[in-house]
T-cell receptor
């Protein structure tokens, strides 16, 4: 496996279900992200993890619970979601060791996404 | 409030011609800009970037132009090929903000026809 792998690719769940999205990166990166793309909206940052530590939560509701057990894996635990949470959830990674702007540190590598439908 | 705007949801160009995709931004703190390309059922892939200290960056058939005074950037693809048909996202980030915190436009669907 290479790059950033997300599973499952598609998920349908009811509002009372509990499910998880998984992301794995094989790039040796040390920062990982969850982005969300809702219909007709731009990609929006949800969470940032840097060396396994959460460094940013972009005002995401608590029904979304991220977990980063190590620098290669990132999970998004879902519970009591709403239909408006239906979206494409994209995981991404980058290397913070690249330093400042302009040298590729902000070049995110994305996974293919998990398409979530909440009924 | 959307800080990065791609006002054209779609663009159709004949093969061999130039494709010009436009992007506007409102935040004057943005100083690094990226273009991503996305095929169906795949994640966005990085295409080209430009720092605010430059006004042009070129990589093969792809050139990005930045006009800071107008807060506008554009991606030129010359010559366009059918394989370029994809959704193109413009993204920006600001000095001092969280690394990897990009602000995206809604994307422009480019279709290159033979």
């Amino acid at each position: 496996e290479t790059g950033v792998t997300q599973t499952p690719r598609h998920l349908v769940m009811g509002m009372t279900n509990k499910k998880s999205l998984k992301c794995e990166q094989h790039l040796g990166h040390n920062a990982m992200y969850w982005y969300k793309q809702s219909a007709k909206k731009p990609l929006e940052l949800m969470f940032v993890y840097n060396f396994k530590e959460q460094t940013e939560n972009n005002s995401v509701p608590s029904r979304f619970s991220p977990e980063c057990p190590n620098s290669s894996h990132l999970f998004l635990h879902l519970h009591t979601l709403q239909p408006e949470d239906s979206a494409l959830y994209l995981c991404a990674s980058t290397s913070r060791l690249a330093g400042g702007l302009g040298d590729g540190a902000n070049v995110l590598t994305f996974g293919a996404g998990s398409r979530l439908t909440v009924l | 409030d959307q800080q990065v705007k791609q006002n054209s949801p779609s663009l159709s160009v004949q093969e061999g011609r130039i494709s010009i995709l436009n992007c506007d931004y409102t935040n004057s703190m943005f100083d690094y800009f990226l273009w991503y390309k996305k095929y169906p059922a795949e994640g966005p892939t990085f295409l080209i970037s430009i720092s605010s200290i430059k006004d042009k960056n070129e990589d093969g058939r792809f050139t990005v132009f930045l006009n800071k005074s107008a807060k506008h950037l554009s991606l030129h693809i010359v010559p366009s090929q059918p394989g370029d048909s994809a959704v193109y996202f413009c993204a920006a980030c600001a000095r001092g903000s969280t690394l990897g915190r990009l602000y995206f436009g809604r994307g422009t669907q480019l279709t290159v026809w033979p």
